[in-house]
């Protein structure tokens, strides 16, 4: 089952994001794709170590916690921190199954409920 929670994050936070991101150099998709999802990647993401993919991930992750509706929802235990894709010219991601197991980044740690998060400025 899919819920739709609205208005996660404000119109002027999602500005915020679209000028952040239109400023940088995206790198190649494949490098966080599984052996069988490499075949079928064809997108562009932030490199999930970057400052600014550790910035953007904590604000969403403090904003999902100011939702009751979603904890409510999914119970977490644990959340990952996002990941940043661009898709353009013709990019896209094919069939594929998702890898049972996704690395976090040395520099930051899954969130839990309860944890606080830097907010972006």
């Not at 904590?58 to 999914?74: E, P």
């Not at 119970?75 to 049972?100: E, T």
Request: net charge neutral.
């Amino acid at each position: 089952m899919l819920i739709t929670i609205a208005n996660v994050l404000s119109e002027h936070e999602l500005q915020q994001y679209r000028q952040h991101l239109s400023n940088i150099e995206w790198q190649s998709g494949e490098q966080s794709a599984g052996k069988q999802a490499s075949k079928v990647k064809q997108n562009s993401q932030l490199d999930p170590e970057s400052k600014l993919a550790q910035q953007l991930g904590d604000h969403i992750l403090q904003a999902l916690s100011a939702t009751s509706k979603f904890f409510s929802a999914a119970l977490p235990r644990k959340i990952y921190p996002p990941m940043f894709n661009c898709y353009q010219q013709g990019g896209h991601y094919g069939w594929h199954v998702d890898n049972a197991v996704r690395v976090i980044p040395v520099h930051t740690s899954a969130f839990t409920y309860g944890s606080v998060c830097d907010v972006i400025s």
